[in-house]
């Protein structure tokens, strides 16, 4: 999708920041800002976790992760787990249809970034998009309806992208010169050995379309009741 800001997309961050609030399982108020650390972001086995940095980001404030890959190693292909309960469970049920997030390439060669989930249904990613070393914020949004998505083969489970929805165990955002393939070492996806430098911020969960309106209606609802 074209990296550009919808109506919905600005009334739904907005919602989301208003939250500010942890969740049990994910659901549409779960984001990632970066205030004080990595949110539990992590790599494989072995290799240098992603790390907060105090830094200005995209929108003045302080706080991102910053991430790399160094093309040999444990940190040769650029690859970002979490596992977090609030991105986790079940998608579906939540409404949560897309996912958005801010990135600035810093350094390296311009590469492709994918989203990927795990589940009873194996490992499911989004289609690739561009992204480009360019030193500046972008932003990025994914579609992950069971539709969208496109099955790792050799993953396991059974291969079916509704039942990985319903029942996420772990979340990875991943990039590289492609192609996508699983690694059962590790149990993740991969996209091909890069040297990178990549910052990222405000990776957000956004609800099914209209779903912002009609929470935006509700809550101004319940303030003038009060």
């Given at each position: 999708m074209?990296?550009?800001?919808?109506?919905?997309?600005?009334?739904?961050?907005?919602?989301?920041?208003?939250?500010?609030?942890?969740?049990?399982?994910?659901?549409?108020?779960?984001?990632?800002?970066f205030d004080a650390?990595?949110?539990?972001?992590?790599?494989?086995?072995?290799?240098?976790?992603?790390?907060?940095?105090?830094?200005?980001?995209?929108?003045?404030?302080?706080?991102?992760?910053?991430?790399?890959?160094?093309?040999?190693?444990?940190?040769?292909?650029f690859i970002m787990l979490n596992e977090e309960s609030d991105w986790t469970g079940d998608y579906t049920d939540a409404?949560?249809?897309?996912?958005?997030?801010?990135a600035n390439g810093v350094s390296g060669s311009d590469t492709i970034m994918w989203l990927g989930f795990d589940g009873p249904g194996g490992w499911f990613f989004t289609p690739g998009q561009a992204l480009s070393i360019a030193d500046d914020w972008s932003r990025y949004e994914f579609d992950i309806e069971a539709s969208d998505l496109i099955y790792a083969a050799?993953?396991?489970?059974?291969?079916?992208?509704?039942?990985?929805?319903?029942?996420?165990?772990?979340?990875?955002?991943?990039?590289?010169?492609?192609?996508?393939?699983?690694?059962?070492?590790?149990d993740l996806l991969r996209?091909?050995?890069?040297?990178?430098v990549i910052w990222f911020d405000n990776i957000a969960a956004l609800p099914t379309p209209g779903t912002a309106a009609v929470l935006a209606f509700g809550g101004l609802l319940a303030r003038r009741r009060r």
């Open positions: 074209p990296r550009t800001n919808t109506p919905r997309t600005i009334a739904t961050i907005a919602l989301l920041a208003a939250a500010g609030t942890a969740t049990a399982q994910i659901s549409t108020s779960s984001i990632d800002t650390d990595n949110e539990g972001w992590r790599v494989g086995a072995a290799g240098t976790a992603p790390a907060f940095n105090p830094g200005t980001s995209f929108n003045g404030e302080p706080g991102f992760l910053s991430h790399f890959s160094d093309g040999g190693g444990p940190n040769g292909k409404g949560v249809t897309d996912i958005s997030l801010w050799g993953s396991g489970g059974t291969a079916t992208a509704a039942d990985t929805l319903a029942n996420v165990t772990q979340f990875e955002i991943f990039t590289g010169p492609g192609p996508v393939s699983f690694a059962s070492r590790g996209g091909g050995t890069s040297n990178n």
